[in-house]
């Protein structure tokens, strides 16, 4: 009997150490969870913290992409400009060769030179080519009657004529 209460006392003791263990592997689970948790945490933390830059990058791309295509349109007026600009300059050149070949009919380089230049406040229709001329572009003006017309536009005008093409009013006193 003794011995029947000896294996019973073991096995008892066998449980309860079972018990401890089953007990000790839980608590060990659970500390790992937790610390599973913190890391799931930390990561959710990160890719919230990710998607807000990857938003701020996404809004910095497409202002460039909108400050590009601005860039590209003035790009495209600049060249376009530079075209007219060079096309003006030849005309005149021949006009001025015409002129001195001919005798000059309209004024002198250094005369037209002189006429006086300046922005405008408004849109005004130019004198010689009847396009409006936009605010905030350079005009001249001319002296006697005031009618103002793109700088290229009565400069070429001017050096085969000595009239306002828009009044006739001469540009000089005779």
Not at 39 to 61: C, D, H, P, V, W
Not at 68 to 97: F, G, H, P, T, V
């Amino acid at each position: 009997m003794e011995n029947k209460q000896k294996n019973e006392r073991d096995f008892k003791m066998e449980e309860e150490q079972k018990d401890l263990s089953n007990n000790s592997a839980q608590e060990d689970a659970l500390e790992e969870l937790e610390k599973l948790k913190m890391i799931e945490k930390a990561q959710l933390e990160k890719i919230t913290k990710l998607r807000g830059q990857i938003s701020n990058q996404e809004m910095l791309i497409e202002k460039i992409k909108r400050e590009n295509i601005i860039i590209k349109e003035k790009s495209r007026k600049m060249i376009a400009n530079s075209r007219e600009s060079e096309y003006e300059m030849a005309l005149r050149l021949s006009q001025l060769d015409v002129a001195r070949a001919g005798g000059q009919k309209g004024l002198n380089e250094a005369e037209i030179d002189n006429l006086p230049i300046f922005s405008v406040d408004i849109d005004t229709p130019c004198c010689v080519c009847k396009k409006i001329i936009p605010q905030d572009h350079i005009v001249k003006s001319l002296p006697f009657c005031g009618h103002m017309a793109h700088q290229p536009c009565i400069d070429n005008w001017l050096i085969s004529n000595k009239v306002c093409p828009e009044c006739s009013t001469p540009v000089q006193e005779e």
